[in-house]
């Protein structure tokens, strides 16, 4: 069996160990013998909404936002709208995030318009929001794991503040650290099977469950089934919780 992701923008906006959510779900997908076919897709290329079942976009600075979202909006955003409704999982990061939502507004430059996956819009603003970060699931989330802690950590490190609009359902609430905006105690967003947020670090080897989450739906979204076998997860999990007190700790 084999799932298919799609790395969009890679040589552009990867920073902050983006790459490494990547890394984590082939490994996680080997370990329980799954192949995982990894395409890069970049600037200039077509985007086949019926290759892949799971997508990531990482972050990047605005110089280099530029030109992706560019591209981004001309070439890739009705395809890539059409596999999140037809059933594939993405996660999305940073830059990334803010230009799968509405718009995004730099200082003293033009509006980069966004696909609007998301009903969410971002404002450069001068407060640097950075540090470790916990956040908490909503009980009734499809990422919750029965026995499974609720929490997910990560590293943010953005000054675009990032704002919800009334169809915007958060990935969770802030218990450590700024989230979306520093506001409002939300971070991140998801719709259908899609996930944006501001957690780098890389997100997902601290963070079993979110990744079993992406896994699962791609798995679905190839061959109807969602069904992964346990791994031993205990590292992992010694991880998270490191990552849990250490925010704590430093805030």
Same mark, same amino acid.
């Given at each position: 069996?084999?799932l298919?992701?799609?790395h969009l923008?890679?040589?552009l906006?990867n920073?902050?160990?983006d790459r490494g959510?990547?890394l984590?779900?082939?490994?996680r997908a080997? #370990?329980r013998g799954?192949d ?5 897709v970049s600037i ?7 290759a892949y079942?799971?997508y990531f976009?990482?972050?990047g600075q605005d110089?280099?936002q530029?030109p992706v979202a560019?591209?981004?909006?001309a070439?890739?955003?009705?395809a ?5 409704? =037809? ?5 999305s990061?940073c ?7 509405r718009y995004y507004?730099p200082?003293d430059a033009?509006?980069?318009?966004g696909i609007?996956l998301f009903?969410a819009?971002?404002?450069a603003?001068h407060?640097?929001?950075?540090g470790?970060i916990v956040?908490e699931?909503?009980a009734?989330s ?6 499974r ?5 990560g ?13 915007g ?8 650290g700024?989230g ?6 939300t971070e =991140? ?11 780098h ?18 798995l679905?979204?190839?061959?109807g089934?969602?069904?992964l076998?346990?791994?031993?997860d205990?590292l992992?999990?010694?991880a998270h919780?490191a990552?849990v007190q250490r925010a #704590?700790?430093? #805030?």
């Amino acid at each position: 069996m084999q799932l298919r992701l799609a790395h969009l923008y890679p040589d552009l906006m990867n920073i902050y160990g983006d790459r490494g959510n990547v890394l984590t779900l082939v490994s996680r997908a080997r #370990r329980r013998g799954l192949d995982v076919a990894v395409s890069e897709v970049s600037i200039g290329q077509r985007l086949d909404p019926a290759a892949y079942d799971l997508y990531f976009f990482g972050g990047g600075q605005d110089r280099e936002q530029i030109p992706v979202a560019a591209d981004l909006v001309a070439s890739k955003a009705e395809a890539l709208r059409a596999a999140i409704e =037809g059933g594939a999982a993405l996660l999305s990061v940073c830059g990334g995030f803010q230009l799968l939502a509405r718009y995004y507004q730099p200082f003293d430059a033009d509006r980069l318009p966004g696909i609007g996956l998301f009903d969410a819009w971002t404002l450069a603003s001068h407060q640097r929001m950075i540090g470790n970060i916990v956040i908490e699931l909503a009980a009734a989330s499809p990422i919750v794991q029965d026995g499974r802690p609720r929490t997910v950590v990560g590293f943010e490190n953005h000054s675009g503040k990032t704002y919800l609009g009334p169809g915007g359902q958060p990935l969770g609430r802030v218990v450590v650290g700024y989230g979306n905006n520093g506001e409002d105690r939300t971070e =991140g967003a998801v719709y259908r099977h899609a996930i944006g947020c501001y957690l780098h670090g890389s997100l997902l080897p601290k963070n079993p469950h979110l990744a079993d989450f992406l896994l699962a739906q791609a798995l679905a979204h190839r061959y109807g089934t969602a069904e992964l076998p346990p791994l031993d997860d205990t590292l992992e999990w010694q991880a998270h919780q490191a990552a849990v007190q250490r925010a #704590r700790q430093t #805030r």
